[in-house]
């Protein structure tokens, strides 16, 4: 009995692999109207290019960032 004591169960992880620190990314929850979301996967099916939504909002985001930082300047 005594050996049982000693022994230490190892956990085996299930699904998928955390990502390495410098690939994380914060998820910010927004809503938006429903006109928006139609106006935003209008212009995703117009580019074709199997883009998501999320990288797209993401590269509007960051475009207008700039925008208003080149702005400021």
């Known amino acids: 009995m005594l050996a049982a004591e000693n022994e230490v169960m190892v956990r085996t992880r299930v699904g998928r692999p955390s990502k390495p ?4 990314q914060t ?8 006109d928006l979301i139609e106006r935003l996967d209008a212009e995703l099916t117009a580019r074709g290019d199997g883009q998501s939504r999320s990288s797209v909002i993401r ?3 960051a475009g ?3 925008a208003a930082e080149r702005k400021r300047r």
């Open 21 to 24: 620190a410098n690939e994380l």
């Open 27 to 34: 998820v910010v929850p927004v809503r938006f109207p429903p």
């Open 64 to 66: 207008a960032l700039t």
């Open 59 to 61: 590269e509007y985001v």
